[in-house]
């Protein structure tokens, strides 16, 4: 009866982490067999990586609703501390690891790159399992998605252009119509079939997260194999720059939504949420415009790696925040 506990406990464990350690197996794969996963009767996975963002924008816009945008008013604060995190710390702290590492070039403008993009759609997701505001997680997700393409190319251009040039109204375009305009799509369609998505909600929510983490694996594919060569040589130092990346973001996002909470009233959830949305970037986006504006699988790496890793930290700390209670109240200090 123990062992079955036991193992019990370790399926349980498993399937909580399922999306993540689909994601590790996703890159070990690509990474030892590289050539199987460069090009597929004659076309470039690479080339196909775009359109798989946009699909996965797409399924995050038929899941939106004016309410999602509206809510804003109703929580400025929070929303006010995880976009100034978002697009602050996070292209700055890309930035001072890229220096601090030792990057230079395309690799460099790649940390910068995965910074200062918008928030991740599997933030949501996590948000759940962890008990945080998931209400609160879309909306901050809506908003810094919007922010993204102005707040974006001028990040680039003021921190990664000592790497490589950038064209800042490129990357503009480039990010409303890979991000902006399925969006826009996705929620036109929402509208039109309200009826038929608030019907079949449950349905409708499983089958775009499917969609959705089938989209983040293959991109995962495309961008691991042609870019193994420097992954291998970058070593240890880009996995550590992931991993220190993701982690200021979640530890930036907790703390300072606690230390504005002690005025502004925002509760653990709150604070659970901030740090997940901060921490979750979008590596999609930051893998799509490395491709489409940068035309370098190797910018396109550290996105890679840090959507690898925050993917499996967010399930882990999920797991961890999932299993502990929610202090409501006005205050959290």
């Known amino acids: 009866m123990e062992n079955d506990s036991v193992i019990g406990r370790v399926l349980a464990f498993l399937r909580r982490q399922a999306f993540g350690i689909a994601v590790l197996a996703c890159a ?8 199987a996963f460069k090009e597929w009767g004659g076309v470039k996975l690479m080339s196909l990586v775009v359109p798989a963002i946009q699909i996965i924008m797409f ?22 501390v995880g976009v100034f995190l978002q697009f602050l710390v996070m292209p700055f702290m890309g930035f001072l690891l890229a220096k601090s590492f ?18 991740g759609t599997a933030s949501n997701v996590i948000a759940f399992l962890a008990k945080a505001d998931v209400a609160l997680s879309v909306t901050m997700t809506c908003c810094s998605t919007l922010l993204s393409p102005f707040v974006t190319p001028f990040a680039m251009k003021v921190l990664a252009g000592c790497f490589v040039e950038i064209d800042a109204m490129k990357m503009m375009v480039e990010i409303l119509k890979v991000v902006i305009v399925p969006i826009t799509a996705g929620g036109i369609v929402h509208a039109l079939l309200k009826k038929q998505f608030d019907a079949h909600k449950a349905v409708c929510d499983r089958i775009l997260s ?46 300072l939504t606690r230390l504005v909470g002690r005025f502004a009233r925002l509760d653990e959830a709150e ?40 993917n499996f930290s967010g399930s882990v700390l999920a797991s961890w925040w999932g299993r502990t209670g929610i202090r409501r109240g006005p205050k959290v200090l």
Request: hydrophobic fraction near 55%.
């Open 271 to 310: 604070a659970r949420t901030v740090a997940i949305e901060v921490g979750m970037q979008n590596g999609g986006m930051a893998g799509a415009l490395a491709v489409g504006v940068l035309n370098s699988a190797v910018a396109a790496l550290p996105a890679n790696i840090f959507s690898i890793w925050m």
């Open 102 to 119: 030792g990057f230079s070039g395309e690799l460099a403008a790649g940390c910068v790159l995965v910074g200062s993009v918008a928030g």
């Open 59 to 80: 399924a995050m816009g038929t899941t939106l609703s004016a309410a999602d945008f509206l809510r804003v008013g109703k929580r400025p604060w929070a929303v006010a």
């Open 28 to 35: 070990a794969t690509a990474f030892a067999f590289p050539s």
């Open 210 to 255: 499917f969609i959705s983490m089938t989209g983040i694996c293959f991109t995962i594919l495309a961008l691991t194999a042609p870019s193994r060569d420097t992954f291998a040589a970058a070593g240890v130092a880009i996995v550590a720059a992931a991993v220190v990346h993701n982690t200021v973001g979640y530890l930036s996002g907790y703390w």
